[in-house]
């Protein structure tokens, strides 16, 4: 059974910095994209950023560009979003998501809160 | 504002069809990326219910349907029940973006 499962979600106030992480199991994920969605308190999904199966490759939406690094460690079956530069319209729920654009994301974590106030 | 544009809200009695709409652009949708849709329940993460226009997910009843044609999409529900309601996502991928795109979302209300 695939689970995806976020943690690090956290209150930090504005400027700070924030690491997500996201456990993957049931699955090689070695050999699959993986990305980061979140959702803002009452709002629609945005997409974040997404990482190729090795990691060579990364993607951002321009929300975020310059600010987050996505990374993983496929050793440790395990999926990084690392947060700079924080800002209040950042707070969201982030879910890891298996999969990318093209195909679509078949799997998703159940997300953690992040929540940029002073 | 979304690059995908979907209807806020859609509604019908148990037993009706629905169908909510996704209209996108030549950078995406036209472009022939494929349109993919999701489901929220109240408080849970987005589950993919439908890619690659028209395909189901193990274990997704055959009452949820996919359809695009150019740069327009959409989902169809048939039989509707209470269980059904929730918010609706299309995504694609956009090449002017350099990535993914979602519809603001579609909130299914079973009268």
């Known amino acids: 059974e695939v689970q995806l499962l976020e943690s690090g979600g956290d209150l930090v106030q504005p400027g700070g910095s924030l690491r997500v992480s996201c456990a993957a199991s049931g699955f090689t994920f070695s050999s699959y994209t993986m990305s980061w969605v979140r959702q803002a308190p009452g709002k629609g999904l945005e997409w974040v950023s997404g990482i190729s199966a090795t990691g060579g490759r990364t993607y951002y939406a321009d929300s975020v560009k310059g600010r987050f690094t996505i990374s993983r460690d496929n050793s440790k079956n395990t999926l990084h979003l690392q947060m700079n530069s924080l800002r209040v319209e950042d707070t969201a729920v982030y879910y890891c998501?298996?999969?990318?654009?093209?195909?679509?994301?078949?799997?998703w974590g159940q997300g953690t809160l992040v929540t940029v106030s002073s | 504002q979304s690059v995908l544009t979907q209807p806020p809200s859609v509604s019908g009695a148990p037993g009706q069809r629905v169908t909510i709409s996704c209209t996108g652009s030549s950078s995406n949708m036209g472009a022939g990326f494929d349109v993919h849709w999701y489901q929220q329940l109240p408080g849970t993460a987005p589950k993919l219910l439908i890619y690659g226009h028209n395909n189901r997910p193990s274990g997704v009843p055959d009452r949820f349907s996919g359809s695009k044609s150019g740069t327009s999409a959409s989902l169809a529900i048939t039989g509707l029940q209470a269980e059904d309601e929730a918010d609706y996502y299309c995504q694609s991928y956009d090449t002017s973006l350099s990535g993914t795109v979602f519809g603001g979302g579609t909130k299914l209300t079973v009268l």
């Open positions: 998501a298996k999969g990318h654009g093209d195909v679509g994301y078949d799997y």
